[in-house]
């Protein structure tokens, strides 16, 4: 578990089975917030 | 030749004393000119805020409210209390203490800091000169590498109704009435109006406040305003909006002649505050040849960075653009002595707290819900009563409310508005979630101690997406 995420974050990587490495984030220092992770699955495929 | 350093700040408020400590801390040789006199007329730093602004006003707010609960809350609380008495002079001898303390403590830091303090007036010549003009003696003319005007406000004024400094005074005067005033009246029920009018409502005046505007505190959350502008009027202050006042009568009371809707009327007050607002105090900052710009309402032109239009020249709180609050001005003080050490210094103007410190109080940071469905982006609403919230009612202050709003895609936290007990203290995490782009999922899945107030801002976070705990959604 990364514990630079956010709780929504952490949450969403979680459920999503998403490698936070791959997100791009916006946040201060980089740090992804919630509506990086929205983005970043809008315009990935979805794995089955 | 002439005295230099490397930076000259004009103005000890919370915008000049801050900047001066930082630029002092980051090795910068510092020095301020300040020109405030107390009613000893002796120098003192600190400026507005903590001599005749936020602390005092904070001082007799809190006495106050502790005589109006030991008056009238106790008893529910099971604690019968016989012939609560009032001593209005130890309190504003207290006020007084606490001033004089806190000015003396930046005085001590100063000292610390090795910050030369100069009492007296400054003027800005060109090229980065300041003529520093002492109380008593001559004038001496200094040379900076840098200059910081940090010279505050003042209170407006109102053609009808002219100051006095007895019956009719500013913010200032209403913190020192010898005897609580039978009849207050107060133009304009902003900020300060409404402060100043708890205090003496508490200690036993009949407060009428005549606001020129339509509308109850416009910049604040309507939602909230309409709560508090409910229970304000409750608890005895008599607010009268589309007011507008005429002119003043001085006679063996004053008469006070106003306008409304419904034509003209005159009320009888013993005492009149003048509150309607402050504008920043920039005449005989500048002498015309230096060419510093200044707008027509009298504020200093600065960029985002606070420089002005001069090279090495800044400009820092209430005599800029932006909300006049010490802390906004403090921060600014703080990037430009960052980046005059070159260093990275930014204010984060979008995410500034503001309080009214009534009560129950009211602190908010972000957009209210009007200003969203002004520009049309979408948004969520959560929120949730104190009533509801088990420390409050513990606290006996079961009234106000908190309520999210986020971003209806993102999630992101877009404003926070808080009416009810120590809303001041609570809107800090609301502002840290907001530096940090927080979603409101993100303050509804962080953990909140139990039983405190800050469980109703983690209920309202939760209430953004219909699932608080302890509210049907």
Redesign the interface.
Known sequence: RNDNL??????MVAEHELDPARIEG???DG?I???DV?RHLASHEQPA | MARSFDVIVIGAGPAGYVAALRCAQLGLNTAVIDEFLDKKAQPALGGTCLNIGCIPSKALLDSSQQYHYASTGLARHGVQVRDVELDLGAMLERKDQIVADLTGGIRQLFKANKIQWLPGHGTLHEDRRVEFSPHEGDSELLQAESVILAAGSQPMTLDAAPLDGERVVDSAGAMEFTEVPKRLGIIGAGVIGLEMGSVWNRLGSKVVLLEAMESFLATVDQQLAREAQRQLTKQGLDIRLGSRVTEVRQGKTLSVHYEDREGEHNIQVDRLIVAVGRRPRTENLAVEDAGLLIDEQGFIHVNEHCETNLPGVYAVGDAVRGPMLAHKGSEEGVMVAERLANRAGEVNYDVIPWVIYTHPEIAWVGHTEQALKSTGEPYRVGSFNFGANGRARAMDEPVGLVKVIAHDETDRILGVHILGPQASELIAEAVLAMEYAASAEDLARTVHAHPTLSEAMHEAALSVHKRALHKVN
């Open positions: 956010s709780p929504a974050v952490r949450r916006t946040g201060r740090r917030i919630k509506e929205i």
